[in-house]
């Protein structure tokens, strides 16, 4: 092949790869517009594709970059419109999403700090020695909670002497499927409540109250399904809606809802209760845990109210499951 045939090659397909990722950017926005209550199984088609968020970007980027060394030969005039264009709908598409809690200051009391992880244990787990391995740590997360948690997780949990002593409070409801929950605490919970699914598409909640330096801090834990169907999408965001408004009705101001959400922070059901609650993690991809470092979508979310700060967090360590686990550190706002 002579050699000048190689950028064209290149070339053409990275223009093609560029629109197909700006196209696909922008099925996150045209979702949220659709009018749910009218063209429910469009909506949920077009949002099928917006989860994929960083895999345009990345993508996308990557096609940009190749556009713009190959120069100006071969794409005619105009040729910055496209990359120009195709940039910004990246870009704009990506950094649009709900709000996320404000950044605080580091608190020189350690104890003003409350730290929380998320994890999807996935429920074909058999070897729970990187979760407890993980939770014994000295700077293990102060609230956890854990998905697809099952007889087996909870066994581990037991018989492990540091786990039980670190977290001597739990609300856990292991089950033989997918949608086993439990909130592992080192601070008191009270006020627990199992909230049993309604119907085929509802899933388990668990509800309870954390007592934290002399203030209530309010929890939820859910694991809605993935949305397979445009029911399930709605069971979801809906789950997610009904559990801010009891968050936000609780007196004192200070709650957290968490879990494997099977949502990401483009789509509706997160926008739908960005007046509530915001995202207390950042936009760090969380599943699939592939090579035990590469990820495409951030499933995995902590919520809080408007009265916490953040000052601190990220991705956790290899559970040997198919998610990352998700840690963040909050101080309440002064």
């Known amino acids: ?7 064209r090659f290149i070339t053409a397909r990275a223009r093609w790869l560029a629109w197909l990722c700006a196209l696909g950017a922008l099925a996150a926005p045209v979702a949220r517009f659709l009018p749910a209550d009218k063209v429910q199984s469009l909506q949920w088609l077009v949002e099928l594709p917006a989860h994929w968020q960083w895999l345009y ?38 950094l649009w999403q709900p ?8 608190p020189a009391d350690p104890g003003a700090v409350l730290t929380v992880g998320t994890a999807n244990l996935n429920a074909a787990t058999t070897d729970f020695g990187p979760l407890t391995d993980w939770l014994a740590l000295a700077d293990a997360p102060d609230v956890v909670f854990l998905q697809e948690f099952t007889e087996l997780a909870q066994q581990a949990l037991i018989r492990n002497p540091a786990v039980a002593a670190r977290y001597p409070h739990r609300l856990a409801v292991p089950q033989p499927d997918p949608f086993g929950l439990a909130i592992l605490s080192r601070h008191p919970l009270s006020g627990l409540q199992t909230l049993q699914p309604q119907d085929l598409r509802d899933t388990l909640r668990l509800r309870a109250t954390l007592a934290w330096n002399g203030r209530a801090v309010h929890l939820s834990a859910l694991h809605p399904m993935p949305p397979l169907d445009q029911g399930f999408a709605q069971a979801r965001d809906r789950a997610l809606v009904q559990e801010a408004q009891h968050l936000t009705a609780q007196p004192g101001g200070l709650a957290l809802m968490s879990g494997d959400l099977n949502i990401t922070p483009w789509a509706r059901g997160l926008f739908a209760v960005d007046g509530s609650m915001r995202r207390a993690n950042g936009m760090a991809p969380s599943w699939p845990n592939a090579f035990g470092w590469l990820s495409v979508l951030p499933l995995d979310h902590v919520l809080a109210s408007s009265g916490w700060q953040v000052v601190g967090g990220g991705i956790g360590p290899d559970l040997g499951s198919d998610h990352r686990p998700v840690v963040v550190r909050l101080t309440a706002a002064p």
């Not at 970007?57 to 005039?77: D, E, F, I, P, Y």
């Not at 264009?85 to 990246?90: G, K, M, P, Q, Y």
């Open 57 to 94: 970007l990345v993508v996308g980027a990557t096609s940009l970059v190749l556009l713009m060394l190959s120069g100006r030969s071969g794409m005619g005039k105009g040729w910055l419109a496209l990359p120009a264009l195709a940039a910004l709908v990246l870009g704009g598409v990506f």
């Open 99 to 106: 709000a996320t809690l404000p950044r605080g200051a580091e």
């Open 1 to 7: 092949m002579p050699q000048a045939a190689v950028p």
